[in-house]
């Protein structure tokens, strides 16, 4: 082997892909040659420090989600999950009008710009949750994370909640998606899914501390007995929007739809995570 | 703004479903080369973003059963050279004999490599070494990248940057050539460990 040669067969001699003819003769023309030697061994401290120092990086997890946002945003179907909910919304008029009563009312005002989450001024966990299923409704409130798998949204929303999340993996769920908010300093989650041929399910989370004892946020006295007897509250709106509570390990979770009544009991009751 | 005509159809069509499948796995691999090319993550975040959507555009044009990742990747590098490329010079003139003198010198009394090494370029900050690999100019960062850092093989960057393997492997030598070039200059700024 000459110095050419030598020079040419040196990224292969780094990356250990000499065969091991090759790999005699590069050996014994380094020995002899000390000006090709010193290149070889520039170019493998080159390597080792360049693997060294430069570390391959994880995703960042709001990379990944805005990603699987941007994607459902070009969906061809629906075009966005956004413009989905109001071609839903408006099937309903019942929905589009009380979504846009309380639009108009101020009952929920969008605080702009990114991830803007409705505000509401009741207090009551009920009517909350309410206004936020409108809200998920009409696109004010987008998930941060959507992912096909229950799972990564749990994940995704417990790093930042003290009391445990109920993100279930639903039977016909196309996907579901996870957003934070805070009410005076109370930390909310709300989950969202899609559930094929049935529209959306939207699930409201907070403390069970702050539900039954807190003063920003608050159960009516009916509600609070009935679920502390039997374990489940279950409402129906004028415009039949279900409402359903349940308390999932230290956290109170009120779960609105406009699937059937008994649909959403079975699906909660039998898919969430003990 | 209120859209009446939308058809509500299962969003998750199958198509979607399945670029998802095919599509979502290699996220990571190209972001690190995006982070690798643009140098921040901001841009990296968008040239990333901008990536999966025109592939997704694109998914019919893709051929099934080819390398995906290779076909997204040639996505996000034809992408990056449209939009982000900044004028990269070819680096300047580097005198090979103060570099081959000083490494001489160095080498003469290092017991092994690790140790050599560390006397040239212990003192490096991760940053110089980010900033000496952001300096090579764009088809030979490329290699380096993906060999080096991503750890992939010759065979497989071929792919990726449609050459043959004898390119990829010149590539490299010149890129690392030049790299060390690089980082000998950073690290006289910051002075040798072995320097007396």
């Known amino acids: ?274 | 703004m209120f859209a009446f005509s939308l058809a509500i159809t299962n969003p998750m069509t199958g198509l979607h479903k399945e670029f998802e499948k095919e599509a979502i796995p290699h996220t990571d691999i190209l972001y690190n080369y995006a982070l690798r090319m643009t140098g921040n993550a901001d841009d990296a975040h968008d040239l990333l973003q901008e990536t999966f959507l025109k592939a997704y555009r694109f998914w019919d044009k893709y051929e099934k059963g080819t390398n995906v990742r290779a076909w997204l990747f040639r996505i996000m590098k034809n992408t990056y050279i449209n939009v982000y490329r900044k004028a990269v010079k070819e680096p300047d003139t580097v005198d090979y004999n103060d570099i081959q003198n000083f490494y001489n010198i160095i080498r003469e009394d290092s017991a092994d490599a690790n140790d050599l090494q560390e006397k040239l370029f212990g003192h490096l900050l991760d940053d110089d070494v980010t900033k000496a690999l952001e300096s090579l100019p764009e088809e030979f960062r490329t290699v380096v990248i993906l060999c080096d850092i991503e750890g992939l093989t010759y065979e497989e960057i071929a792919e990726f940057v449609e050459c043959p393997v004898g390119t990829v492997r010149s590539r490299l030598h010149r890129g690392r050539k030049l790299l060390y070039a690089k980082l000998y200059e950073y690290a006289k700024n910051r002075g040798f460990v072995g320097k007396d």
């Open chain 1, 1 to 274: 082997m000459d110095c050419k040669e030598f020079q040419e067969s040196i990224s292969e001699a780094v990356d250990n892909r000499l065969e091991s003819d090759s790999k005699q003769h590069f050996s014994s023309h380094a020995k002899a040659c000390p000006a090709c030697r010193n290149e070889y061994e520039r170019e493998q401290i080159t390597k080792s420090v360049l693997s060294k120092r430069v570390q391959h990086q994880t995703v960042p997890q709001e990379v990944r989600s805005a990603l699987l946002n941007a994607l459902h945003d070009i969906r061809p179907a629906s075009r966005s999950w956004f413009a989905g909910m109001f071609g839903e919304a408006f099937l309903n008029p019942a929905v589009a009008l009380v979504a846009f009563l309380m639009f108009a009312s101020g009952a929920v005002s969008l605080l702009q710009k990114n991830n803007a989450i409705p505000v509401s001024s009741d207090k009551n966990i009920i009517a909350q949750s309410l206004q936020y299923y409108s809200a998920a409704m009409t696109g004010a409130l987008k998930p941060t994370m959507v992912s096909h798998d229950a799972g990564d949204v749990r994940e995704y929303l417990s790093k930042k909640t003290s009391f445990d999340v109920s993100v279930a993996s639903l039977d016909d769920c196309d996907w579901c998606g996870g957003i934070f908010s805070d009410i005076d300093g109370v930390r909310l989650v709300h989950v969202v899914y899609k559930i094929g041929g049935e529209g959306i399910l939207y699930v409201y989370q907070v403390d069970m501390d702050e539900a039954l004892r807190g003063t920003k946020v608050a159960l009516p006295e009916n509600a609070k007995s009935v679920l502390a007897k039997t374990g489940w509250y279950f409402e129906q709106t004028p415009d039949r929007c279900n409402v359903v509570l349940w308390k999932h390990k230290n956290t109170l979770c009120a779960a609105v739809s406009k699937m059937d009544k008994e649909k959403m009991v079975a699906l909660l009751s039998n898919k969430d995570p003990q």
